[in-house]
C-alpha cells in the first residue's frame, strides 16, 4: 500500500517532490511560501475623532519603475517640446483638465476617481521609492530586502491590514496579482517586523496566458474524504515538529495550516479562475497581463479578500519611452477604467478603496536616449471608491512639471488616508515578533479631500 503522505499532490506544497519530510516541508515555508492572516480583532476607532471604516478592502495597483506624468496625467502642452514630449492632451470629464491623448477611457472616467498631481519625496532609487510608497516609510537600511534582514524592514500596508482586518471567506487577507514583478521576488512586498505569517499570497503567474495556474491551488477536481483526513493528518504531525524553532518560524507554522485548510475547496479555487468570465468582460479589461491581473483582482474583492495588490513593473522606460508609452498607457487605459467601472457596476466600488500608484515620475526633460529618467520631486496617483469624491484634481505641479506647485502630498500622507479609510489607528504601536513596539505610521495625515463627508 502507497505511502499515504505521497498522495498530497506537489502544487500544494509547491514543490516538484511528491512527499516531504516535515522538517523540510517547514524549511521551505520558511523561505518564502506566501502567508495567510490570522483572523484577529481590529484596532478600529481608538483615537479621539476616528471615524467608522468606509472602505471593506483595498485595491493597489502598483506600477513600478514610475510611470511619466507628462506624458500620461499630467500634460504640460504649453512646455518646450523638450519638456512635454510625441503626445498630445485631451481633455477629461472634468472642465480644464487634461491627460494624454493614450488615455481616452481614462479621461472619460474622471468623474469616478480622484486625481492627486502633487505627490513628491526625495528617493530615486527604485527600491527606496517602492518601500515608501507601499510601506510608508523610508527604507532604514539599503540591506533591508535581504531574507536575514527581514525582521528589521517596516510592514507592506497590505500586511498591516491582513493583520488587523483577518481572513474571510478562506481566502487569504493579502494577495498579489500576477506576483511576477521585480518588487515581489525581493521582499518589496512583505511583512517585516510583523512575521511572514503576514506576507502576501503571491500568485506567481500571468493570467493572460492560457498556461495560468495558481500553482498551489491546481489541484484534482474532487478530493476525497480519505485523503482531506490524510492531509489533516500531516497538518498534525507538522505541529509535533520541535526542531525548527523562532518567530519566523512559528509564524509560518500558522499560515501553513491555515494554507492547506483554505486551499483545499473548489471553491477557492474557482475564485482565481478567470475562464469563467464572458469573453467581452476579459476583452474589456484588456487580453495583457494588467488587463487580466486587474480581473482576477476584482474576483478577489468580490470575494472578499481585504487587500489585493496588482503588481506591473513595465514603466522604467530610460530610453525611447514614447513607442513604449504607446503599448502600455493604452493597456493601463482599459485596466484600470473597466476596472473602476466593473467594481461600480457590481456595487463594490463604495466598500473598496482603489490605488493606482508608482515609484515616481519621470524627468521634465527628454534625455538623450529619447527616455525620461528617475524624479521624484512630483508625480500623479490616482484614487477611488470608499466614499471619495470623484471629478476632482488635488494639487498641481509647476509649469514643467519638476515640482509641486500646490498641495503638496507625501506617500506617508496617502497611507494614513488608506488606514483612515479602513477605521485603523496608523498611530496606534503595535508589537512585532521582534518583540518590540513599533507604530505603523510614524508620520503622515489623512487626506482631507479624499476623506469626503467622513
Known amino acids: ?18 512527499a516531504w519530510s516535515r522538517r523540510g516541508l517547514l524549511k521551505s515555508a520558511a523561505l518564502g511560501l506566501p502567508g495567510l492572516a490570522l483572523s484577529e480583532l ?10 467608522a471604516p468606509r472602505a471593506r478592502s483595498v485595491l493597489v495597483v502598483y506600477a513600478g519603475g514610475g510611470i511619466s506624468h507628462h506624458d500620461a496625467f499630467d500634460p504640460k502642452p504649453e512646455a518646450p517640446v523638450e519638456v512635454r514630449g510625441e503626445f498630445q492632451a485631451t481633455p477629461t470629464a472634468v472642465p480644464g483638465v487634461q491627460f494624454t491623448d493614450l488615455l ?16 513628491y ?7 527606496v521609492s517602492a518601500y515608501l510608497m507601499l510601506r510608508g516609510y523610508s527604507q532604514p537600511d539599503p540591506s533591508f530586502d535581504r531574507p536575514e534582514n527581514q525582521l528589521r524592514a517596516n510592514p ?28 515581489a521576488t525581493v521582499n518589496y512586498y512583505t511583512a517585516g517586523w510583523m512575521g511572514r505569517a503576514y506576507d502576501p499570497f503571491l500568485l506567481k503567474s500571468d493570467p493572460n496566458l492560457d498556461t495560468f495556474a495558481v500553482s498551489r491551488l491546481s489541484l484534482e477536481p474532487v478530493v476525497s ?24 518560524i512559528s509564524s509560518v507554522d500558522v499560515q501553513y495550516r491555515r494554507a492547506f485548510e483554505a486551499l483545499m475547496t473548489e471553491t477557492t479555487r474557482r475564485v482565481f479562475d478567470v475562464a469563467r468570465e464572458p469573453a467581452s468582460i476579459r476583452d474589456a479589461y484588456g487580453r495583457t497581463r494588467i488587463g487580466q491581473s486587474c480581473l482576477v483582482a476584482r474576483r478577489l474583492i468580490e470575494a472578499g479578500v481585504p487587500f489585493v495588490t ?15 508609452l504607446r503599448q502600455r498607457l493604452p493597456e493601463l487605459d482599459a485596466a484600470f477604467s473597466t476596472l473602476l467601472g466593473d467594481l461600480s457596476a457590481r456595487g463594490l466600488l463604495d466598500s473598496t478603496l482603489v490605488l493606482l500608484l508608482t515609484d515616481f515620475g519621470r524627468t521634465p526633460t527628454i534625455n538623450k536616449g529619447a527616455g525620461r529618467d528617475h524624479w521624484p520631486g512630483v508625480f500623479s496617483i490616482l484614487a477611488a471608491g470608499a466614499g471619495i469624491p470623484g471629478g476632482q484634481v488635488i494639487g498641481s505641479s509647476d509649469r514643467l512639471g519638476a515640482a509641486p506647485h500646490e498641495r503638496p502630498v507625501t506617500p506617508q500622507d496617502v497611507a494614513a488616508t488608506l488606514y483612515h479609510l479602513l477605521g485603523l489607528d496608523a498611530h496606534q504601536e503595535y508589537k512585532g515578533v521582534d518583540g518590540r513596539a513599533h507604530l505603523m505610521l510614524d508620520r503622515g495625515e489623512p487626506l482631507p479631500e479624499l476623506l469626503g463627508s467622513s
Request: with cysteine.
Open 1 to 18: 500500500m502507497p505511502d499515504r503522505a505521497s498522495e498530497i499532490p506537489s502544487a500544494v506544497v509547491g514543490t516538484g517532490r511528491s
Open 310 to 324: 496588482v503588481d506591473d513593473d513595465v514603466w522604467d522606460h530610460h530610453g525611447t519611452i514614447f513607442p513604449a
Open 121 to 127: 519625496h526625495t528617493q530615486t532609487d527604485h527600491g
Open 104 to 119: 481616452p477611457a481614462l479621461a472619460r472616467d474622471l468623474h469616478r476617481f480622484s486625481l492627486i498631481r502633487s505627490v
Open 42 to 51: 481590529a484596532a478600529r476607532c481608538s483615537r479621539a475623532g476616528q471615524t
Open 156 to 183: 507592506n500596508m497590505g500586511s498591516h491590514v491582513a493583520r488587523l482586518v483577518g481572513t474571510r471567506n478562506g481566502l487569504p487577507a493579502y494577495i498579489c496579482v500576477p506576483g511576477l514583478s521585480y518588487l
Open 225 to 248: 474524504d480519505e485523503r482531506q483526513t490524510m492531509r489533516r493528518l500531516l497538518l498534525t504531525e507538522l505541529g509535533r515538529d520541535r526542531h525548527l524553532t523562532g518567530p519566523a
